[in-house]
């Protein structure tokens, strides 16, 4: 079972809710927001192994090249360009397609391969974690997330996904068979919830919200899910000593109150997502 | 002048404080560069004088009656986006390498739109915005489009304020690309420092001048203290300290930038520190 934790909007507990779910449900837990992982200075893992994300990137040899410019017509991305006598490379607008290689006559391509990212894996409080790191300067996250999401392990898979709804999200969705929505009350976080409902209904997969910092009223995302007839998973209150536990960097699930709030969300997923 | 809002972790602030700087400086071009979760224009009632749509990439599209199915789509896509010769176009990067492998030329690349773009006018300005189709990529481009399209507005070299992404990536990269300067809001958390950390990194690389807030600092004075240690070694300029003020949610639901809150001790902090800025900038 693998489970997509997504917002929509940043900074609305994707995290929070990941990480302490994770320990209720004693899941594992994958942190795919590549660009700014935040998930194990919570959980602290004992990092075990370390893997390099590469990608490739082609090799021009000089000897065969006549510079005829057919590599350039071809790429998409804009990566290779004519200059003089030259074929230039843009490595970091290359998505590595192969095309050049295909299309040059003359057998000059061939590709190497560079780092944009790691993959770290780790057990921390007794849980399996993994998260990917984008280099930084690298603008293209997705292998990244491909590479940390390509062996899932069986049991439930808790996926911290970034913010958003572009590539990145879509690609931390692909294997997602139920996904919890993070949103808190305000305009902005309905707005953007919106945005994130409309994606994840593309994938035909179970999915609920959980409410963070609620103010314990009626408020917009409950009148939302009710006229929308979408599940509400759970809430997480809106308190101070809340966000004072998190700015530390602290489990929240170590303290009595919080951890009946997290197995409370987290029996409230199974039965939402419809998992055994 | 363009001034980019970014912060590393999202939620920290940018759009409540790009709005506010905005009003402040009143007379502005403003750009909404957040493209997935495009929240600055829900403060005004503006009208769009300007609609278009944009072409972000290219996907491949198979010719069902060419098809043979010899299978060699499939294994020159590096990305495994053609299954039982099917192109799955959530993973289909447009590169073309398909086409170029098909014997019966039965695949096309096809322009694709990932965006309606909007410029919105205000009563003073403008706003320079887009609204993504879920789930489409290229938003790099498409901040580097939304950037052009606000200057084509920019007569007098007016100040251009952008609402920036979280993270790092290429939305990031766009948005700094050739700006003069980035504003980083951050507040007290290990989150928060860890991603201001990273965003920092990345401006420094492009050379960009940054200018640091820390917003909500009352919440959490030792990470404060952490996050001035950091700053001070990286002899960057921390610009600002705004306090955590229940006004700024209401300001949010109220869909009112926070600057029409005279009474908010948020807004005291942003026009302080606004007035730090334009000393630096």
């Known amino acids: 079972m693998n489970i997509a934790v997504l917002s929509g909007k940043g900074g609305t507990g994707k995290t929070t809710v990941s990480t302490n779910l994770a320990l209720s449900l004693k899941a594992n837990y994958i942190d795919c927001d590549v660009e700014e992982p ?32 057919a ?9 290779l360009a004519k200059v003089k006598d030259d074929i230039i490379l843009f490595q970091k607008l290359c998505h590595g397609c192969g095309a050049c290689e295909i299309v040059c006559k003359y057998d000059a391509i061939t590709y190497d391969k560079r780092e944009i990212g790691k993959i770290e894996k780790g057990i921390g409080r007794g849980i399996n974690c993994s998260r990917g790191i984008l280099n930084i300067s690298e603008p293209m996250a997705v292998p990244v997330i491909r590479e940390l999401l390509k062996n899932l392990s069986e049991g439930i898979n808790l996926i911290d996904c970034p913010p958003g709804t572009s590539c990145n999200v879509v690609n931390a969705l692909r294997y997602a068979d139920g996904a919890i929505l993070v949103t808190e009350p305000s305009e902005f976080g309905l ?17 609920g919200i959980v409410i963070n910092k609620d103010d314990r009223k009626d408020n917009i995302i409950k009148k939302y899910c009710k006229e929308e007839n979408i599940e509400l998973i759970g809430v997480i209150p809106y308190g101070r000593e809340t966000a004072v536990l998190y700015s530390n960097g602290q489990i929240l699930y170590d303290d009595v109150h919080h951890k009946i709030i997290f197995d409370k969300l987290s029996k409230g997923a199974r039965e939402v997502l419809l998992w055994n | 002048m363009e001034l980019v809002v970014l912060s590393g972790k999202g939620g920290t602030g940018k759009t409540t404080i790009a709005t506010a700087l905005a009003e402040l400086e009143k007379d502005v071009i403003r750009i909404d560069c957040d493209v997935d979760a495009p929240n600055l224009y829900l403060f005004y009632k503006g009208k769009d004088i300007e609609k278009g749509e944009f072409i972000g990439g290219k996907k491949a599209s198979i010719d069902e009656a060419l098809c043979i199915k010899c299978g060699k789509c499939e294994s020159i896509c590096r990305f495994h986006a053609i299954e039982n010769f099917t192109i799955n176009q959530f993973i289909c990067e447009g590169c073309g390498a398909c086409t170029l492998i098909c014997p019966q030329n039965a695949i096309k690349l096809i322009d694709e739109k990932t965006a309606d773009t909007f410029v919105t006018e205000l009563d003073k300005g403008i706003i320079s915005r887009a609204e993504m189709d879920i789930g489409s990529d290229g938003s790099g481009k498409l901040i580097t489009y939304l950037r052009k399209n606000g200057k084509r507005f920019n007569e007098n070299e007016k100040l251009t304020i952008i609402d920036g992404s979280p993270g790092i990536g290429c939305a990031v990269i766009s948005s700094i690309t050739g700006a003069d300067a980035v504003l980083v809001v951050t507040e007290p958390t290990k989150s928060g420092l860890e991603d201001l950390m990273r965003v920092v990194v990345l401006c420094e690389h492009f050379g960009v001048f940054t200018m640091i807030c820390i ?20 002899d960057l300029k921390l610009v600002g300290k705004i306090p955590y003020d229940d006004t700024v949610m209401k300001s949010i639901n109220e869909l009112k930038p926070i600057t029409h809150y005279k009474e908010s001790t948020a807004e005291k902090a942003i026009e302080e520190m606004w007035s730090n800025m334009k000393s630096l900038i």
Request: charge should be negative; include cysteine; aromatic fraction near 12%.
């Open chain 1, 38 to 69: 935040n998930g194990f200075l919570f959980l602290k893992p004992n990092v075990y192994t370390e893997e390099k994300v590469m990608v490739e990137y082609p090799v021009i040899d000089d000897n065969k090249c006549t510079a005829c410019g």
């Open chain 2, 215 to 234: 917003n909500k600092y009352d919440i959490n004075e030792e990470m404060v203290a952490e996050i001035e240690n950091f700053i001070n070694d990286k």
């Open chain 1, 71 to 79: 590599c350039v017509n071809v790429c998409e991305f804009n990566a």
């Open chain 1, 191 to 207: 707005h953007d919830l919106k945005l994130a409902v409309e994606l994840v209904k593309m994938y035909n997969i179970p999915f």
